[in-house]
């Protein structure tokens, strides 16, 4: 069973960066059809893929209005993925939540992003909050 912790969150004005971590227990880096996934939430918006990271082809994807400034990468031998979030704004403040899809064999790809569902394992999630 896949268990997900994250930590990193907190509070930064405009500009600043923060990274999250997740460290993994359960979750496979090696057998194919596996995703991890960063999704965030604000108050009253619903949940919005930020990121995510397959291992059929370990390439990263990101929505457009974090491309350039969010970073998703992943130490296999540290069971931990990260997300490095660079030139924060105010509208990125939300609920950052690490998720895990596993042995679904989804073809990888930013479409992903847009199904939240199908990532079935979440961790407790960690509070990013940018100041203007």
């Known amino acids: 069973q896949v268990r997900l912790v994250e930590s990193g969150g907190g509070s930064v004005q405009a500009g600043g960066s923060l990274r999250l971590s997740c460290r993994t227990y359960g979750y496979s880096y090696s057998t194919k059809g596996n995703c991890l996934g960063w999704f965030r939430q604000a108050p009253g918006k619903e949940r919005e893929g930020v990121g995510t990271?397959?291992?059929?082809?370990?390439?990263?994807y990101y929505i457009e209005s974090v491309k350039g400034r969010f970073t998703v990468s992943q130490d296999d031998a540290k069971n931990t993925v990260y997300l490095q979030m660079d030139n924060l704004k105010p509208e990125d403040t939300a609920m950052y939540y690490c998720?895990?899809?596993?042995?679904?064999?989804?073809?990888?790809?930013?479409?992903?992003?847009?199904?939240?569902?199908?990532?079935?394992?979440y961790g407790q999630g960690t509070q990013v909050t940018v100041s203007s």
């Open positions: 990271i397959c291992t059929d082809d370990v390439i990263p």
């Open positions: 998720t895990a899809l596993s042995n679904n064999h989804v073809r990888p790809g930013p479409w992903l992003l847009a199904h939240p569902s199908l990532y079935t394992t």
